[in-house]
């Protein structure tokens, strides 16, 4: 899965960035939003809890997905500016990646026991 971003914009009103991006997936389906944030996050050198996804729509036959994403300053920004839906959506994204991150952590204490 590769992320390249097509376009950034800075919103000083609404403290945040805006930034359009597509999604190269090609070999599996539709990526899931954790893992496109986690990519996003890392891509903008930014903390995940402050980057919301807004859409992401692929097209059918093609192996690519374009979204939209809204990185604010402060989780207080992101709560204050976003409707209350977004920002459950969000949450949930976040705990998505928190258990995926404790699976993998569990997964990688399991293989060095096996090792000793």
Same mark, same amino acid.
Do not use: C
């Given at each position: 899965? *590769?992320? !390249?971003?097509?376009?950034?914009?800075?919103?000083?009103?609404? +403290?945040?960035?805006?930034?359009?991006?597509?999604?190269?997936? $090609?070999?599996?389906?539709?990526?899931?939003?954790?893992?496109?944030?986690?990519?996003?996050?890392?891509?903008?050198?930014?903390? %995940?809890?402050?980057?919301?996804?807004?859409?992401? *729509?692929? $097209?059918?036959? %093609?192996?690519?997905?374009?979204? +939209?994403?809204?990185? +604010?300053?402060?989780?207080? /920004?992101?709560?204050?500016?976003?409707?209350? /839906?977004?920002? !459950?959506? /969000? %949450?949930?994204?976040? !705990? *998505?990646? *928190?258990?995926?991150?404790? $699976?993998?952590?569990?997964?990688?204490?399991? $293989?060095?026991?096996?090792?000793?």
């Amino acid at each position: 899965m *590769e992320v !390249e971003i097509l376009d950034q914009r800075d919103n000083p009103l609404l +403290y945040r960035k805006e930034v359009k991006f597509v999604v190269r997936h $090609e070999d599996s389906g539709t990526p899931q939003k954790s893992e496109v944030l986690r990519k996003l996050a890392a891509i903008l050198d930014v903390d %995940k809890e402050v980057v919301l996804i807004d859409r992401m *729509e692929s $097209e059918f036959g %093609k192996r690519e997905t374009k979204g +939209y994403a809204k990185i +604010y300053k402060s989780m207080e /920004h992101l709560e204050d500016i976003e409707p209350e /839906h977004m920002v !459950e959506r /969000h %949450k949930k994204v976040l !705990e *998505e990646l *928190e258990s995926e991150s404790e $699976e993998s952590e569990e997964s990688e204490s399991e $293989e060095s026991e096996e090792e000793e």
